[in-house]
């Protein structure tokens, strides 16, 4: 019993001077909390696995896309922005990558960023031809316009926002308002939602702009229509994203690459965190379930995150070894 009782201190000895050394391995750890919700989860998430699971001392900064980006390039701070956008600096990451100061990891989402024209499933579900946005066009009476039931409405993005003038120019190349579709600026985000949520309230039919993860896709059942042609970036930079482009084409919004990108310093710290973090995803339909919780329970990206580690595990515990997902239960 002696030796038993010896061969059980001895390891549980071993186990915490292994998890002090992971933890002195993995060490002080920065991550970039960006300024929008599905990015602020993800960090959180990443934070309460890398402080439970590998014993990182995780601090939490705000960060956003371009400024992130140039602290990390030229100073390597934060250590990682777990949700990055990188069409955004495509060329410049690439640089930072192939010098060897940056590291482009997992695809967070595993299925993209996701920007399109969508109708609501219920609308689909009854009208299964629609497939495409010219067949929605071709049914005007689905979509009334939300000040004129006469009328059918294509809503497009909040004024200022990229998204408003790519909207614009494919309403004109498509001859929407030649089809009886009227281009309907609901003035906000909020006023965006708001006409989502009103929508399938009196189940009515919306046609229009939105993206995926969100908290409206997340509350929301909506289908994104195809343009039925492919994205043609040069036809995107040239025209479709400029305003008020003097020959609009049909073209395809791009799927955004979004990945998470650390610093060379933190894959050289963090040991076995590094292989968590060139393994976990997650898919834009369970990221916007979370963000839709959110927005009902009026929590934090941090109860976001919590919320999401309880309902979800297993999805994350995939993303690591056994003995770290107990961790990080038992921290929960």
């Known amino acids: 019993m002696k030796k038993l009782f010896a061969s059980t201190i001895l390891a549980a000895g071993l ?7 992971q933890a002195a391995e993995c060490g002080d750890v920065s991550i970039a909390e960006m300024n929008w919700a599905s990015a602020g989860v993800a960090a959180y998430v990443d934070k309460i696995i890398l402080e439970s ?25 934060p250590d990682m922005a777990p949700e990055f956008w990188v069409n955004a600096v495509r060329t410049a990451l690439d640089e930072a990558i192939a010098e060897g100061r940056l ?11 996701v920007e399109g024209w969508w109708i609501p499933k ?4 009854a009208n299964p031809d629609i497939k495409t946005v010219e067949d929605a066009l071709a049914r005007p009476e689905l979509f009334p316009a939300p000040e004129d039931a006469t009328k059918a409405a294509v809503t497009n993005c909040p004024s200022g926002w990229n ?10 190349a498509l001859g929407a308002k030649e ?16 006409s989502i949520a009103n929508a399938f309230e009196n189940k009515k039919g919306w046609l229009g702009y939105y993206w995926a993860p969100t908290a ?5 059942e909506m289908v994104k229509l195809s343009f039925g042609v492919e994205h043609d970036k040069a036809t995107w930079d040239a025209c479709t994203a400029v305003p008020d482009c003097a020959d609009p084409k049909v073209n395809a919004y791009p799927v955004s690459d979004v990945y998470t990108v650390v610093t060379k310093g933190f894959a050289e710290k963090a040991g076995v965190a590094m292989d968590y973090v060139q393994t976990r995803k997650w898919d834009n339909a369970t990221v916007g379930k979370v963000l839709a919780w959110m927005e009902e329970n009026q929590g934090t990206n941090e109860d976001g995150a919590k919320h999401f580690l309880e309902t979800y595990p297993d999805m994350w515990t995939t993303w690591v070894a056994p003995e770290v997902a107990e961790k990080v239960k038992a921290a929960l």
């Open 103 to 113: 590291i482009q990891a997992a695809p967070l989402l595993s299925d993209g960023g």
């Open 163 to 172: 998204c408003q003038v790519s909207t614009a120019n494919l309403y004109r």
């Open 216 to 220: 409206i896709l997340g509350k929301y």
């Open 15 to 21: 186990y915490a001077a292994a998890g002090s050394a």
């Open 179 to 194: 089809k009886g579709f009227e281009l309907v600026d609901t003035g906000s985000a909020a006023g965006l939602d708001g």
């Open 53 to 77: 699971g590998y014993g990182c001392a995780v601090t939490v900064v705000t960060g956003d896309t371009m400024p992130t980006f140039a602290s990390m390039n030229e100073k390597g701070q």
């Open 122 to 125: 219920f609308i689909a579900d």
